[in-house]
C-alpha cells in the first residue's frame, strides 16, 4: 500500500487488473462492461480508467452513442446514473469505487472495444 501512497502523491499512479467490471446501479437491465484494464493518474490528479471489455451487457456501442444527447443540463441524476467500478488488481487485491459518474468514450480495437472513463465521485 505505501508504493500506491507514493505513486500518487508523485503523480505516476497506475494500477493494471486482470480484471474489471464497471456497473450501472440500476435494478432493472444494468448497463455492464466487463474485462481487464487499469486505472490511471491523470497529469491534473484525476483518475481515468481503461477498461478493454469482452463483455458487455444491455448497451452497445450505438447505443451508448446516442445516450450523449439525453442528458439535459441542470438535470439532477438519479440513482441508475451512477456506475460502480470493482476490480481484481495483478497482485489479487480487490478495489471497489461507488457512485461515479463516468464520462466514456469508446475505441475499436481489433478484438474488443476500449471504454475509456474519466472517474469523478458523485
Known amino acids: 500500500m505505501d508504493k500506491i501512497i507514493e505513486a500518487f502523491q508523485g503523480g505516476k499512479l497506475q494500477i493494471d487488473f486482470i480484471s474489471l467490471t464497471l456497473v450501472q446501479n440500476s435494478t432493472n437491465k444494468p448497463i455492464e462492461y466487463r474485462g481487464a484494464g487499469y486505472i490511471k493518474q491523470t497529469e491534473n490528479d484525476g483518475l481515468t480508467v481503461r477498461l478493454y471489455s469482452v463483455e458487455t451487457k444491455n448497451t452497445d456501442f450505438v447505443s451508448d452513442f446516442n445516450s450523449f444527447g439525453r442528458t439535459k443540463p441542470g438535470t439532477l441524476f438519479n440513482d441508475a446514473?451512477?456506475?460502480?467500478?470493482?476490480?481484481?488488481?495483478?497482485?489479487?487485491?480487490?478495489?471497489?469505487?461507488?457512485?461515479?459518474?463516468?464520462?466514456?468514450?469508446?475505441?475499436a480495437g481489433h478484438l474488443w472495444l476500449t471504454k475509456i472513463c474519466r472517474l469523478r465521485p458523485a
Do not use: E, H, K, R
Not at 91 to 102: E, F, I, R
Open 81 to 107: 446514473g451512477y456506475y460502480t467500478l470493482t476490480g481484481t488488481s495483478i497482485d489479487g487485491s480487490v478495489w471497489t469505487a461507488q457512485n461515479l459518474l463516468p464520462q466514456c468514450s469508446w475505441l
